[in-house]
């Protein structure tokens, strides 16, 4: 067998590898560090992403808005040093409803996130003239919090291609999308100058000796290679829990498939500028009553016509010239056991997808007739049962996790890469970096407050 040594071993070369080797290389001088990948970096889930961030999360405690401000302050860091390579944007997350009784929801959602440190809220009702709208390129000195718009008005001149039965449209500002793989990619590179080096292979197993890490034993091309190391990192994504086995580490991690769709939006029916728009109303999809009849016919189509809950949502995707509207909705996840590739999605998803935004966007329905091809992919979102991720020390001395980001992971890849820089190196740690520890459910207080625990911030 071959044999090499490396001060740090880190297992997995998604936005959580490539930003802990970043942060342990540029930013903390770490020399030796082998980043170990059975793929080429960030083609497993990190590539599959709709790309956005944003600092709006609910509680208990302010931790999970404390660590996006801290992460969303990273890449803002890297837009303005690298002359915004990865196009990142700050036009916001739009939520609208048409329905009336739901704006004190909307109000009591709202004031949440901001009283944890996302930013103001500030109301528009009729006439209000302090409404400014995002711009379509840029991220820096813009509001943060978000504007409740409350005045249709307002929202017919701002965003005329919504419905006009919308009552209400809250705009979350410290929010937007970028290019994650130009990000990674930029952050790789400096990883590379900074002496880390990558490596082709699978890891099998982690000897360990006296709760120590010994070694990395891996399966390369040419063969088993073992590295000799102290220090071994898992950001295996969703194999997360299968290689921190290879510790004896039980993680309570589980997967969830999450599609999304790309299709053609050729007759420019959602404006390019437009922000991230999400539709808060739950609804029955929208059926010609020829329609309706046939899809009560067979068992396979009847559940078209049941309520769906709120939550289609999309948004532009690419420069100018392009057409492409990413869009997606997770009406009927399940956890599943992670398989590469996954399975296919649901043939009816686009259409039902169409149909939902439909709701939102009328214009949506020049497609129903004859549908855009859409492509479908996706990928796992690995996560813990209150959708807060894992970060820091294992109970074997010398392995360290950085995982479980669910959909959080690029908009979170940099706190989190620095945070589990700052646990390797023995630096200062943040003060969220307690909420994210493995340790956390060892503490009964913890574990009375996940049995109240009732909101995930998941989309
Ligand atoms: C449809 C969809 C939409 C999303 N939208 C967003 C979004 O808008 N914003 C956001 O912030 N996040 C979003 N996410 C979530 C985000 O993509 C993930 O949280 C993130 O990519 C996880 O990164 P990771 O590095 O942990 O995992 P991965 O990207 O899966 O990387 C893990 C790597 O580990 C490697 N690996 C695993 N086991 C081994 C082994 N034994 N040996 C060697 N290599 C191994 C794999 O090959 C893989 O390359 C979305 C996810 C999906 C699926």
């Not at 992403?49 to 803002?76: H, Q």
């Not at 829990?241 to 299709?263: G, M, Q, R, T, Y």
């Not at 010609?288 to 016509?305: P, V």
């Not at 820089?421 to 207080?445: I, K, N, V």
């Amino acid at each position: 067998m071959k044999k090499d040594l490396a001060e740090v071993v880190i297992c997995g070369a998604g936005i959580a590898g490539i930003c802990a080797a970043y942060y342990l290389s540029v930013k903390q001088g770490v020399k030796d560090i082998l980043l170990v990948d059975e793929r080429a970096p960030f083609s497993l889930t990190s590539d599959k992403s709709t790309e956005c961030y944003r600092n709006w999360w609910p509680g208990p405690g302010d931790a999970m808005v404390k660590f996006m401000n801290r992460s969303i302050d990273l890449m803002e860091g890297l837009a303005h040093e690298s002359g915004n390579r990865f196009h990142m944007n700050r036009r916001g997350y739009l939520f609208v409803t048409a329905e009336r009784g739901r704006i004190e929801a909307f109000k009591k959602a709202a004031e949440q996130p901001c009283a944890l440190g996302a930013g103001p809220l500030r109301i528009h009702e009729t006439g209000s003239m302090t409404y400014q709208p995002s711009p379509v390129q840029g991220y820096a000195n813009l509001p943060t919090g978000a504007d409740l718009i409350l005045d249709p008005e307002l929202i017919k001149k701002h965003f005329p291609f919504l419905d006009n039965k919308v009552v209400a449209a809250l705009h979350v500002r410290r929010c937007g999308w970028m290019s994650a793989q130009q990000l990674a990619m930029y952050m790789l590179e400096q990883a590379k100058e900074a002496g880390v080096r990558f490596q082709t292979a699978r890891v099998e197993d982690v000897e360990v000796q006296e709760n120590q890490v010994q070694a990395v034993l891996m399966n390369t091309v040419s063969g088993p290679l073992r590295i000799d190391t102290q220090c071994f990192v898992n950001a295996a994504g969703p194999f997360v829990k299968e290689v921190a086995a290879d510790l004896n580490v039980d993680l309570p991690v589980f997967c969830e498939l999450h599609d999304k769709i790309s299709f053609n939006d050729n007759l420019g029916v959602i404006p390019r500028e437009a922000p991230l728009i999400f539709w808060a109303d739950p609804q029955r999809l929208p059926w010609s009553d020829d329609e309706h009849k046939l899809l009560d016919e067979t068992a396979e189509t009847k559940w078209l016509l049941e309520p769906f809950p709120s939550g289609p949502h999309g948004h532009p995707e690419g420069g100018s010239g392009s057409h492409i509207q990413l869009v997606l909705w997770t009406y009927d996840v399940e956890v599943m056991e992670p398989v590469i590739p996954p399975p296919e999605p649901d043939p009816h998803y686009f259409e039902v997808v169409l149909r939902g935004l439909s709701r939102m966007v009328p214009g949506l329905r020049a497609y129903f007739e004859k549908p855009p091809k859409p492509f479908v992919d996706g990928g796992y979102y690995a996560k813990t049962q209150e959708n807060r991720p894992l970060i820091g020390p294992l109970p074997v001395k010398g392995a360290y996790v950085i995982g479980a980001l669910s959909g959080f992971g690029i908009m979170a890849g940099c706190a989190a890469g620095e945070l589990l820089a700052a646990h390797l190196t023995q630096s200062e740690l943040p003060d969220y970096a307690q909420w994210f520890l493995l340790e956390r459910y060892g503490d009964p207080e913890y574990q009375k407050l996940l049995k109240d625990w009732d909101a995930s911030g998941q989309l």
